[in-house]
């Protein structure tokens, strides 16, 4: 390729210029997607409770993987919600697991929360504090393919810059 001076793909967050496939085809790096992310949780617009995302999720070893099915409300704006459901489901299966989320984009996070379980075990799931989920950051996996962003997560976490769920 012959140098003209002209820039290759940049990130449409800070203009950074991007190396990674992932990133150039979503036209924004790693960091730059995380904190959108953080930034449309915390300002997210419209009824809480009548707009829920759709998804879906499971439980495959240590991992909760949860996809945006494209619903009214994006998981990335429901997420602390999403997660509230989830650990409804799992009671206290959710110790220790770690969560990766595919988004509206395709592309796959790994989600860090703390969570507070503030019934007994017993009344978990009729009592919807039960479970107080806080702090949701997402960290970016850069993935597209499930498998390589299941692998992914288990090295950031090796690296502890994702935490899993402690009870
Ligand atoms: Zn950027």
Not at 93 to 110: F, H, I, P, Q, T
Not at 149 to 161: Q, V
Request: charged fraction near 25%.
């Amino acid at each position: 390729m012959k140098a003209t001076g002209q820039s290759g793909p940049c990130c449409s967050v800070c203009g950074k210029p991007l190396t990674d496939p992932v990133s150039i085809e979503k036209g924004s790096g790693p960091e730059c997607a995380g904190k959108q992310k953080r930034t449309e949780l915390a300002y997210r617009t419209g009824n809480l409770f009548a707009n829920r995302a759709d998804y879906s999720w499971g439980l495959e070893g240590a991992v909760i993987w949860i996809e945006d099915n494209n619903g009214p409300k994006s998981v990335t704006n429901d997420m602390d919600a999403v997660l509230t459901d989830i650990c409804h489901e799992l009671r206290e299966e959710v110790n220790y697991k770690l969560v990766m989320y595919r988004d509206s984009r395709g592309v796959w996070d790994a989600v860090s929360c703390n969570v507070q379980i503030c019934e007994s075990l017993g009344t978990f799931r009729q009592n919807g504090k039960g479970a107080i989920v806080s702090g949701v950051d997402f960290v970016s996996l850069n993935q597209t393919d499930r498998k390589r962003a299941k692998i992914e997560l288990y090295s950031k976490a090796a690296l502890r810059k994702v935490k899993p769920i402690r009870l």
